[in-house]
T-cell receptor
């Protein structure tokens, strides 16, 4: 059974810092990995999708990397801003069809202070 | 890409009552999913729906739950007799091949 773990569970940084969020998964035979942002009481906003054949994806100040063999992904946020404060979730799928469901981590709650 | 819209945003119901959560509008995607998130816990998979049939369901998705696509566009999750532990955020999503897009969720409170 796929297990997804995120470290740290919570993180507080001053504005402007660069930071790294970690995600690990137990079954390395993933199809893709997706990072989401969740604001309190709100839905999930997709940030980045990495296919299993890719090593990284970038969007603005966000960069996600994937090391399938070691079962790890990182989300790098450059020059953090107070508006980045949210919970960040990573999730993996094992394939298409009946293997297409997402397995989520518990998330990292990020607070960026002024 | 079209949004995934869910209604209502918040529903309060009494224990034992039936609730229907709706996901509208839906594009011509083939894969749809329902997930839930109990407060403070992980997002959990409930059921996947492919080509108008259930593709996979989790242990949570017992006989109290059902899904339908009644008119080819709306996608509904029905809970027949709600329990207190059904209180959660319920998310509809469409998926693959470009990743998942989630709706804004319905907060269900069972009292």
């Amino acid at each position: 059974k796929q297990e997804v773990t995120q470290i740290p569970a919570a993180l507080s940084v001053p504005e402007g810092e660069n930071l790294v969020l970690n995600c690990s998964f137990t079954d390395s035979a993933i199809y893709n990995l997706q990072w989401f942002r969740q604001d309190p009481g709100k839905g999930l906003t997709s940030l980045l999708l990495i296919q299993s054949s890719q090593r990284e994806q970038t969007s603005g100040r966000l960069n996600a990397s994937l090391d399938k063999s070691s079962g790890r992904s990182t989300l790098y946020i450059a020059a953090s801003q107070p508006g980045d404060s949210a919970t960040y979730l990573c999730a993996v799928t094992l394939g298409t069809g009946t293997a297409s469901k997402l397995t989520f981590g518990t998330g990292t709650r990020l607070q960026v202070t002024l | 890409e079209p949004e995934v819209t869910q209604t209502p945003s918040h529903q309060v119901t009494q224990m034992g009552q039936e609730v229907i959560l709706r996901c509208v509008p839906i594009s011509n995607h083939l894969y749809f999913y329902w997930y839930r998130q109990i407060l403070g816990q992980k997002v959990e998979f409930l059921v996947s729906f492919y080509n108008n049939e259930i593709s996979e369901k989790s242990e949570i998705f017992d006989d109290q739950f059902s899904v339908e696509r009644p008119d080819g566009s709306n996608f509904t999750l029905k809970i027949r007799s709600t329990k207190l532990e059904d209180s959660a955020m319920y998310f509809c999503a469409r998926g693959l091949p470009y990743g998942y897009t989630f709706g804004s969720g319905t907060r269900l409170t069972v009292v």
